[in-house]
């Protein structure tokens, strides 16, 4: 059984940096791995994916350039790091994974098989 755990999110002023972990337990090594998050009252919109080997990343326009995905297999850890922080950045952050080496369209949420319970980052003005 696949679990993950988000860690990592806070308060930050905008401008400002701040990097959240999915820490994964089960065999999650030939996994993709996602970020999405949602806002109050919105839905939940995709962010970031990465391949089992990091070879390939994918983001939402709303954050590239800004935001970075990567991972550490030796760790089964995926981490978003995110520098300009904006207002509306401010979400509670999912980490979810998926068995295939990515989903065939990484942005739809039903296609991502395990999901953890998020971390609030709120970016203040």
């Known amino acids: 059984q696949v679990q993950l755990v988000e860690s990592g999110g806070g308060l930050v002023q905008a401008g400002g940096s701040l990097r959240v972990s999915c820490a994964a337990s089960?065999?999650?090594?030939?996994?993709?791995m996602a970020w999405f998050r949602q806002a109050p009252g919105k839905e939940r919109e995709f962010v970031a994916a990465i391949t089992w080997n990091g070879g390939r990343t994918l983001y939402a326009d709303s954050v590239k350039g800004r935001f970075t995905i990567s991972r550490d297999n030796t760790k089964n850890t995926v981490y978003l790091q995110m520098i300009s922080l904006k207002p509306e950045d401010t979400a509670v952050y999912f980490c979810?994974?998926?068995?295939?080496?990515?989903?065939?369209?990484?942005?739809?949420?039903?296609?991502?098989?395990?999901w953890g319970q998020g971390t609030q980052v709120t970016v203040s003005s």
């Open positions: 089960g065999y999650t090594f030939r996994y993709a």
């Open positions: 979810a994974a998926n068995p295939l080496a990515m989903p065939s369209v990484p942005t739809m949420k039903s296609l991502w098989n395990y």
